[in-house]
């Protein structure tokens, strides 16, 4: 299994920055994609950001242009700058890793990380 611990979260007025971190233990060689995902009050879970081992990454065409994924695999972390925020970027942030195991693929969450976005 693969445990994941984010960071960096807070509230932070209009048009400011945050960057999150989500530092990822236990069976590392398993993971194939590390990305975040967001959850709003009364809305359903979507994906923020991924990057896959690769080096590919993918972002919603909500927040392209404004959020950046990266990763430091010496650190085996993963981080979302997020620049300009905005009040509809305020959310739970989910941490979340693809693993395998054999031919089976499983799904990794952090605990999440709140980010307000309010004046």
């Known amino acids: 299994q693969v445990q994941l611990v984010e960071s960096g979260g807070g509230l932070v007025q209009p048009g400011g920055s945050l960057r999150l971190s989500c530092a990822a233990s236990g069976s590392i060689y398993s993971i194939i994609a590390l990305g975040w995902y967001r959850q709003a009050p009364g809305k359903r879970r979507e994906l923020v950001a991924g990057v896959t081992t690769r080096g590919d990454t993918d972002y919603a065409d909500s927040v392209k242009g404004r959020f950046t994924i990266s990763r430091d695999n010496a650190k085996n972390t993963v981080y979302l700058q997020m620049n300009g925020l905005k009040p509809e970027d305020t959310a739970v942030y989910y941490c979340?890793?693809?693993?395998?195991?054999?031919?089976?693929?499983?799904?990794?969450w952090g605990q999440g990380t709140q980010v307000t976005v309010s004046t």
């Open positions: 979340h890793a693809k693993t395998t195991r054999g031919p089976h693929l499983y799904d990794e």
